[in-house]
């Protein structure tokens, strides 16, 4: 069975970086697409990027330059950096997996809040 | 990007009824859509693949219709088990985008 495990600081300082990594079983990470979505305060869900099976990457232009999405494939874990963030930040953070056409997200880890706080 | 307009917000029902959940694309987005079900504190779950197509697992009772801009989730005789909040999400053009949701309530 296919699962994903996010996991990361549930608290980060404003203008420090937000770093999750989202730990994948029962599938390998060289197969398919890998995402990140986050659901705002108040139900707003943003797709964030994601990483293919190959290793290739695509992000939403709304963060401009502050996201990266890696992996490791010795680990099957594909990780998320978002940079200089600020309260606006503030979410709870999905990793999922897509479909060889990138869509749809078939399987979701079971999230993990963030809150952006001095 | 493209904005999916989900209505109405809350549908307010009876178990047994049966419902529709409309969303909206503001350009014409083929039939590049999907709906998701997320009950509170889960995690969403796929429903409804390129707007009609099923997925294994899903009960029948939920079907999905639609192409170009308007879109449609219906739920045939609800039971209380889909009381949650429904998303559709467009695939058409990056970036991939959201609507706001519909909740699906006990009345």
């Known amino acids: 069975e296919v699962q994903l495990q996010e996991s990361g600081p549930g608290l980060v300082k404003p203008s420090q970086s937000l770093s999750l990594t989202c730990s994948v079983t029962?599938?390998?990470?060289?197969?398919?697409?890998w995402g990140w979505i986050r659901k705002f305060p108040g139900n707003k869900m943003e797709w964030m990027g994601y990483?293919?099976?190959?290793?290739?990457?695509s992000y939403n232009p709304s963060l401009k330059s502050r996201i990266s999405i890696t992996r490791d494939t010795s680990k099957n874990q594909f990780f998320l950096q978002l940079n200089s963030v600020t309260t606006e930040d503030t979410a709870t953070y999905y990793c999922?997996?897509?479909?060889?056409?990138?869509?749809?997200?078939?399987?979701w880890g079971q999230g993990v809040m963030v809150t952006v706080s001095s | 990007d493209i904005v999916l307009t989900q209505s109405p917000a809350t549908l307010s029902v009876t178990p047994g009824e049966s419902v529709s959940l409309s969303c909206r694309a503001s350009?014409?987005?083929?039939?590049?859509i999907h709906w998701y079900q997320q009950k509170s504190n889960e995690s969403p779950r796929l429903l409804i693949k390129?707007?009609?197509q099923s997925i294994s697992g899903i009960p029948s009772r939920f079907s999905g219709s639609g192409s170009g801009t308007d879109f449609t989730l219906s739920i045939n005789r609800v039971e209380s088990e889909d009381f949650s909040v429904y998303y559709c999400?467009?695939?058409?053009?990056?970036?991939?985008?959201f609507g706001a949701g519909t909740k699906l309530e006990l009345k």
């Open positions: 999922a997996r897509a479909g060889l056409r990138r869509v749809p997200f078939d399987y």
């Open positions: 029962g599938y390998s990470i060289t197969s398919n697409y």
């Open positions: 990483i293919s099976y190959s290793g290739s990457t």
């Open positions: 350009q014409g987005i083929s039939t590049s």
């Open positions: 390129y707007a009609s």
């Open positions: 999400q467009q695939s058409y053009s990056l970036p991939y985008t």
